[in-house]
């Protein structure tokens, strides 16, 4: 079986082709790039001869209907979305209303439970950042939702009227006193950064203080930046989404 799997996000999508078992040829496009050429512009990047698309699509059911006319015609074949269930793949949702939960958290879980098979702190940071903690059973524990550090500096920006909007840096090790900055730009960007890190290590302090021996699963597009900052080591996975429509794929129910 040889499928094209889509993590559709709300800053970017990035895609994987699933072939005898492996994921290959992943690559990944900006949202404001599609919104201003079209989705030709993704379909030129993506294969053609696949047995099937599965898609994880945080990006609204308009988008949804546009995507899979565009890349079913495509890749000839049927575009089938993924949607949080109220338990699947040795994961049990918490939520009492599943479908709420949005649909990319739901295939991370999935993705970090079948590669771990153990109590686990799943945290995907991007344009929002979420935290799902699993039991060494596969439930789902709850999560946290924040806004992702980009998100933090944008808000900072347009309600004030003396901070600049500012452009991330890339990764670097930890900043140690470097996280005192000695310009506004600087401060936020630091600011934004530490307030994320500093949700997460309060949230596997707060596992650990409860019995837990969480491995922290690392994924979405600015973990990096954040990757160094944490006082574990995680499993950085950038590629969690991928895995998870994988899984599913694979062990189809």
């Not at 040889?2 to 559709?8: F, H, N, S, T």
């Not at 404001?32 to 993704?42: M, W």
């Not at 994880?56 to 269930?85: I, K, P, Q, Y």
């Not at 500012?166 to 950064?193: I, S």
Request: net charge positive; hydrophobic share 40%; charged share 20%.
């Amino acid at each position: 079986m040889k499928a094209l799997l889509l993590d559709v996000g709300n800053s970017r999508i990035k895609w994987g082709v699933l072939d005898d078992g492996d994921i290959r040829r992943t690559g990944h496009i900006s949202q404001d790039r599609i919104r201003e050429k079209g989705l030709q512009v993704l379909t030129t990047k993506l294969p053609r001869r696949v047995d099937e698309v599965l898609v994880s699509n945080v990006a609204g059911t308009s988008f949804a209907t546009r995507l899979s006319g565009v890349v079913g015609m495509h890749c000839d074949c049927d575009v089938r979305f993924a949607r949080s269930e109220k338990r699947g793949w040795g994961v049990h949702n918490s939520y009492t209303q599943p479908r709420r939960m949005g649909v990319d958290r739901w295939v991370a879980m999935i993705g970090a439970w079948a590669e771990v098979q153990k109590t686990c702190l799943v945290v995907d940071v991007g344009t929002a950042v979420t935290l799902d903690a699993i039991d060494g059973k596969g439930i789902h524990l709850g999560g946290q939702i924040i806004p992702g550090v980009s998100t933090m500096a944008t808000a900072l920006s347009s309600a004030t009227s003396d901070i600049p909007q500012v452009r991330p840096l890339p990764p670097r090790k930890k900043a140690g006193l470097r996280m005192f900055a000695h310009n506004t730009a600087a401060a936020v960007r630091e600011g934004a950064q530490n307030a994320v890190a500093g949700a997460i290590d309060r949230a596997i302090r707060t596992l650990q203080s409860n019995g837990y021996k969480p491995t922290t699963v690392l994924t979405g597009g600015d973990a990096s930046r954040i990757l160094e900052a944490l006082s574990v080591t995680p499993l950085h996975r950038p590629h969690l989404v991928l895995q998870g429509l994988a899984h599913m794929l694979e062990r189809a129910q």
